[in-house]
């Protein structure tokens, strides 16, 4: 088993370590900025430069309710390709 986080509890995580190891969880620790290895990111990447048009909005609901949007197209759009692939499959 293993555990993938970023250096922010690493000062914790050394107390941690060896009890984690007996019980063999390995620990591996992201660059402290490493975002082609989150997947989220490409996500944010793809709803901010080809889902929302506007940068400025007036009112935080605004902004929300378009952020949940383009959420909710990419998510349709991501379990229809998922479909394709395993009908092709």
Known sequence: ???????????RMKDARPLLEHLGITLFHLP??????????????SVKYEDI?????????????TVEQALARRDALLRSAASDLRKAA
Do not use: C, Q
């Not at 088993?1 to 690493?10: A, K």
């Open 1 to 11: 088993m293993s555990r993938v986080g970023d250096l922010w509890g690493s000062r």
């Open 32 to 45: 402290p900025y490493s975002p082609e290895l989150n997947k989220i990111e490409r996500v944010w990447r």
């Open 53 to 65: 048009p506007i940068r400025a909005y007036p009112w935080t609901e605004e902004l929300r309710a």
